[in-house]
């Protein structure tokens, strides 16, 4: 091919919407582009390339320790801006002895993922000092092993000073450590702030005094053992008026801390709120509903607290979250009398996510939803565990408009064929992308019901673990026709198990069918990481279980 056909080919890749996908066949073009004749290329690829978002333009472990063996002038790697080492200890060192090089070049990056990669104090320290991040806007050091010196080197790094997201998850934070990034002159760009895991209660109230945090809108403390103790530092802080979000997940609270924190005059005034696995019984909701500073709630996420009918119709007649579109209410208590509490509140009519999974729910509750006029914006329901079978299914989808539903979560249900067949024939699917039917009696001929459903046509995503298809059933998902727009399919492979399986080889056939597909299977001897987590890349991998 010459020259001016290879570059008709870019510009025709180069028009297309910026994607994952399209991100990766440019590379690949690239890739092949003779390496004498590349670098024109690769100029004309990041002037199209320069309003993509930095997201897209990922670079694995692997492709970067490609370019550092043979570091040529024109590699695909100079159009990257995120460097994912996740998990990839093995590769570390290779790349920060690499920053200690000036053959090679890192200045483009905007973004490092260096997460779980076993990085102490001193290998950061080798990778600050190689000053080879101008452009680093962000840096996520999860699951790492930093301890003070490491922090306190990372607050007076000068090349940090554009940072707007830093992670520190799972590592240490004790009261001299967060001291020295609370003190830092490098750092006051920070918009996105995560010490969950890691930082104690002496910590937070180095952190929060400081006028260090006044710019954070986002603040991450999940799991931190910082209990209602930290909810009263966060009260009496000065410096949190620009603060958005809150997470607060795993943080045992108590009626009096919440009381505090609801009277506090300084606090920003959230959008979002994620406070599940705090022991937030009714009473200290009601508290929690009184703080002013909650008055424009979009996100509030409660699940796996201790909320009961009260604690539902505190929500129903509270003024302060009446602005909400996403709610979590998943694994309470607040039984069917108050899902048809919630389900007659005004305060849910801008719900777009609705999440009552877990809660004791019965036909009324399902009444209730379908006679509900405020839930015309709902587009995600999760209605998990709540004894919803076949006539229940066919009732709530019938209350939707054609094309409402884009998300939909009915694991562990006893819904059958009958119930697939319900959703299959309900026209409130026809935009639905994503399907969860874990454990919901689902055989042959349901899954062939959804495959030839007229509705069923954007899905994506459709879990079947822990049903009654068989293998020969896998023949239904085969065919490019059913779920055209497949991207992911969940299966089962546990030969124990009472349901179905589907082994590595039925997971091939499915691939040598429909190629594109990504098939997970779930292995029941790895125990129990919540469901709902991020599919993986390779064409068959493994994931997790849910506890059952």
Same mark, same amino acid.
């Given at each position: 091919?010459?020259?001016?056909?290879?570059?008709?080919?870019?510009?025709?890749?180069?028009?297309?919407?910026?994607?994952?996908?399209? $991100?990766?066949?440019? $590379?690949?073009?690239? !890739? %092949? $582009?003779?390496?004498?004749?590349?670098?024109?290329?690769?100029?004309?690829?990041?002037?199209?390339?320069?309003?993509?978002?930095?997201?897209?333009?990922?670079?694995?472990?692997?492709?970067?320790?490609?370019?550092?063996?043979?570091?040529?002038?024109?590699?695909?790697?100079?159009?990257? %801006?995120?460097?994912?080492?996740?998990? &990839?200890?093995?590769?570390?060192?290779?790349?920060?002895?690499?920053?200690?090089?000036? /053959?090679?070049?890192?200045?483009?990056?905007?973004?490092?993922?260096?997460?779980?990669?076993?990085?102490?104090?001193?290998?950061?320290?080798?990778?600050?000092?190689?000053?080879?991040?101008?452009?680093?806007? /962000?840096?996520?050091?999860?699951? #790492?092993?930093?301890?003070?010196?490491?922090?306190?080197?990372?607050?007076?790094?000068?090349?940090?000073?554009?940072?707007?997201?830093?992670?520190?998850?799972?590592? %240490?934070?004790?009261?001299? =450590?967060?001291?020295?990034?609370?003190?830092?002159?490098?750092?006051?760009?920070?918009?996105?702030?995560?010490?969950?895991?890691?930082?104690?209660?002496?910590?937070?109230?180095?952190?929060?005094?400081?006028?260090?945090?006044?710019?954070?809108?986002?603040?991450?403390?999940?799991?931190?053992?910082?209990?209602?103790?930290?909810?009263?530092?966060? =009260?009496?802080?000065?410096?949190?008026?620009?603060?958005?979000?809150?997470?607060?997940?795993?943080?045992?609270? #108590?009626?009096?801390?919440?009381?505090?924190?609801?009277?506090?005059?300084?606090?920003?005034?959230?959008?979002?709120?994620?406070?599940?696995?705090?022991?937030?019984?009714?009473?200290?909701?009601?508290?929690?509903?009184?703080?002013?500073?909650?008055?424009?709630?979009?996100?509030? *996420?409660?699940?796996?607290?201790?909320?009961?009918?009260?604690?539902?119709?505190?929500?129903?007649?509270?003024?302060?979250?009446?602005?909400?579109?996403?709610?979590?209410?998943?694994?309470?208590?607040?039984?069917?009398?108050?899902?048809?509490?919630?389900?007659?509140?005004?305060?849910?009519?801008?719900?777009?996510?609705?999440?009552?999974?877990?809660?004791? &729910?019965?036909?009324?509750?399902?009444?209730?939803?379908?006679?509900?006029?405020?839930?015309?914006?709902?587009?995600?329901? !999760?209605?998990?565990?709540?004894?919803?079978?076949?006539?229940?299914?066919?009732?709530?989808?019938?209350?939707?408009?054609?094309?409402?539903?884009?998300?939909?979560?009915?694991?562990?249900?006893?819904?059958?064929?009958?119930?697939?067949?319900?959703?299959?024939?309900?026209? =409130?699917?026809?935009?639905?992308?994503?399907?969860?039917?874990?454990?919901?009696?689902?055989? *042959?001929?349901?899954?062939?019901?959804?495959?030839?459903?007229?509705?069923?046509?954007?899905?994506?995503?459709?879990?079947?673990?822990? #049903?009654?298809?068989?293998?020969?059933?896998?023949?239904?998902?085969?065919?490019?026709?059913?779920?055209?727009?497949?991207?992911?399919?969940?299966?089962?492979?546990?030969?124990?198990?009472?349901?179905?399986?589907?082994?590595?080889?039925?997971?091939?056939?499915?691939?040598?069918?429909?190629?594109?597909?990504?098939?997970?299977?779930?292995?029941?001897?790895?125990?129990?990481? !919540?469901?709902?987590?991020? $599919?993986?890349?390779?064409?068959?991998?493994? !994931? %997790?279980?849910?506890?059952?």
């Amino acid at each position: 091919m010459q020259e001016n056909e290879r570059f008709s080919t870019l510009r025709t890749l180069l028009l297309e919407p910026p994607s994952k996908g399209l $991100w990766e066949r440019v $590379w690949e073009y690239l !890739e %092949r $582009w003779p390496e004498e004749e590349r670098l024109p290329a690769i100029q004309y690829a990041e002037g199209h390339m320069q309003h993509w978002p930095d997201e897209l333009r990922s670079v694995s472990a692997d492709q970067c320790l490609y370019y550092i063996d043979d570091p040529q002038e024109a590699s695909p790697f100079l159009l990257g %801006r995120r460097v994912l080492f996740q998990e &990839s200890d093995h590769l570390i060192e290779a790349f920060v002895s690499a920053l200690e090089d000036d /053959v090679y070049s890192f200045g483009h990056l905007t973004e490092l993922d260096l997460s779980h990669c076993s990085m102490g104090d001193d290998m950061l320290i080798r990778m600050l000092y190689s000053q080879h991040f101008p452009a680093l806007r /962000v840096l996520i050091l999860d699951g #790492n092993t930093l301890g003070e010196e490491g922090i306190a080197i990372l607050a007076n790094a000068p090349e940090l000073q554009d940072l707007h997201t830093l992670s520190l998850s799972g590592n %240490r934070l004790d009261e001299t =450590a967060a001291a020295s990034l609370a003190a830092s002159p490098y750092i006051r760009k920070l918009r996105t702030l995560d010490v969950s895991l890691g930082i104690n209660i002496g910590g937070l109230k180095n952190l929060v005094s400081s006028p260090f945090v006044s710019h954070l809108t986002r603040l991450h403390l999940e799991f931190s053992n910082l209990d209602g103790e930290g909810l009263e530092v966060l =009260a009496s802080s000065p410096y949190l008026s620009s603060l958005k979000t809150l997470y607060y997940d795993g943080n045992k609270c #108590n009626t009096k801390s919440i009381k505090t924190f609801a009277r506090s005059m300084n606090m920003g005034m959230l959008t979002s709120l994620s406070a599940s696995l705090c022991q937030i019984n009714d009473e200290m909701l009601k508290a929690l509903l009184r703080a002013p500073f909650l008055s424009g709630l979009k996100r509030l *996420n409660l699940q796996h607290n201790s909320l009961r009918l009260e604690g539902a119709k505190a929500l129903a007649t509270s003024d302060v979250v009446t602005q909400l579109t996403q709610l979590d209410l998943l694994f309470n208590a607040i039984s069917s009398a108050g899902i048809q509490v919630l389900a007659g509140s005004p305060n849910l009519q801008h719900i777009t996510h609705l999440k009552l999974g877990r809660n004791d &729910s019965d036909l009324e509750a399902i009444e209730a939803l379908v006679a509900s006029p405020y839930l015309s914006n709902l587009r995600q329901l !999760e209605y998990s565990r709540n004894n919803v079978n076949a006539r229940a299914i066919e009732l709530l989808l019938s209350s939707f408009s054609e094309g409402q539903l884009e998300r939909l979560e009915l694991d562990f249900n006893p819904i059958g064929d009958d119930g697939a067949s319900c959703i299959a024939a309900a026209p =409130a699917i026809a935009s639905l992308t994503h399907l969860w039917l874990v454990g919901a009696e689902l055989g *042959n001929t349901g899954a062939k019901a959804l495959a030839d459903s007229p509705y069923t046509k954007q899905i994506t995503h459709l879990s079947a673990v822990y #049903n009654n298809i068989t293998a020969d059933g896998l023949e239904i998902f085969c065919t490019p026709d059913a779920l055209p727009a497949l991207t992911h399919l969940n299966l089962n492979n546990d030969e124990d198990s009472e349901s179905s399986f589907f082994s590595l080889e039925d997971s091939i056939r499915l691939h040598n069918a429909r190629p594109g597909l990504i098939t997970v299977l779930q292995d029941d001897d790895m125990s129990g990481v !919540e469901y709902d987590q991020v $599919w993986e890349d390779p064409i068959v991998c493994v !994931e %997790r279980t849910p506890e059952r």
